[in-house]
């Protein structure tokens, strides 16, 4: 089975539609920094990571991972949109994590698409 930090970089690639060279780069714009945030706050919620282990996934320290998952939050509380995605990306990591599969990367899109059109 993939590690659960590149399930959960996958699941925040394809709902925030940003592709991971992205998430991980040092990039401002606004699409990558919040897809960045949601993979703190899912990394936090979904797995037993620490920040530090989260932030060397990505190349960044534990208390920006921090900073991160808190600015998460926060937005997530007046965006339900933003909120909604957050949700979703957590929803499909439960799922894939639970069928204890290995997965390919288009069976991940399948599940995201699957879910999207049921829910």
Do not use: W
Not at 38 to 65: F, L, M, N, P, W
Request: hydrophobic share 35%; net charge negative; with cysteine.
């Amino acid at each position: 089975m993939k590690d659960d930090l590149d399930v959960v970089m996958d699941c925040v690639e394809k709902i925030f539609m940003v592709d991971q060279s992205r998430i991980r780069s040092k990039t401002r714009k606004a699409d990558a920094v919040l897809a960045r945030h949601a993979y703190s706050v899912v990394c936090r919620d979904c797995t037993r990571r620490t920040y530090q282990e989260i932030g060397d996934s990505i190349d960044r320290d534990h208390s920006t991972i921090h900073h991160s998952d808190n600015e998460g939050r926060n937005i997530a509380g007046f965006d339900p949109v933003f909120s909604a995605r957050i949700d979703m990306c957590k929803e499909v990591f439960r799922r894939i994590t639970t069928e204890a599969i290995e997965e390919s990367e288009s069976d991940i899109v399948k599940k995201v698409l699957e879910y999207l059109k049921n829910n």
